[in-house]
């Protein structure tokens, strides 16, 4: 059976150049033997993380909105992988929420020593972000949030894919060398090999 690969489009345009992007990697992971499943946030229904530590006593999110039916499929999700676009520096509000509300993992992993996903076991993470500013450093706030999303999950940061200097949507896709390069990237995903006892 193919592992789970969960795509998170956070590009409130549908079909924008992050999403372009996240497509071609997904049919470079395809090729790999990962069976992707792409959800796009701005069609969920999610609330912002309320800091009311209801998570505290067992680690989950006590917060009732589409975010319930998400962490389902993070946990069974053997790679993940975040699509944005570079918005004043970082991720999108949408990424950013949803990062946000695993704030119930946090606990679990830290205050209550229960980590939803073990550190012995073998997942796989990944950024592709896409923007209009061509400066590198525009790039590196949305990174940092992404490892350090990876790590609270204990998933292992594979690496990005960071494009910058398109902002229309559609430009990514009028240079072929973008795609090829998110395919490849996909291409190149590592399939996490198996727990360790």
Request: hydrophobic letters at 40%; one cysteine or more; a positive charge.
């Amino acid at each position: 059976m193919s592992p789970n690969l969960l795509a998170v489009s956070s590009s409130p345009r549908r079909g924008g150049n992050s999403e372009t992007l996240l497509k071609a990697f997904l049919e470079g992971a395809s090729k790999k033997g990962w069976q992707g499943e792409t959800v796009r946030l701005n069609e969920l229904s999610l609330k912002p993380c309320q800091a009311c530590d209801g998570c505290a006593k067992d680690g989950r999110c006590v917060i009732k909105d589409d975010m319930q039916l998400l962490y389902p499929k993070v946990l069974a999700a053997r790679g993940l992988v975040l699509a944005t676009p570079i918005y004043f520096g970082s991720v999108s509000a949408q990424l950013k929420i949803f990062i946000d509300r695993f704030q119930c993992w946090w606990q679990a992993k830290y205050p209550l020593q229960s980590p939803f996903v073990s550190g012995k076991e073998k997942r796989s993470g990944f950024l592709i972000c896409s923007g209009a500013l061509r400066q590198e450093e525009y790039r590196h706030n949305a990174v940092l949030i992404a490892r350090t999303f990876f790590h609270i999950l204990n998933f292992h940061y594979c690496g990005n894919l960071c494009i910058q200097g398109v902002d229309e949507k559609g430009a990514i896709s009028k240079d072929r060398a973008y795609l090829k390069r998110a395919f490849d990237a996909g291409m190149a995903f590592p399939i996490p090999s198996p727990a360790s006892p």
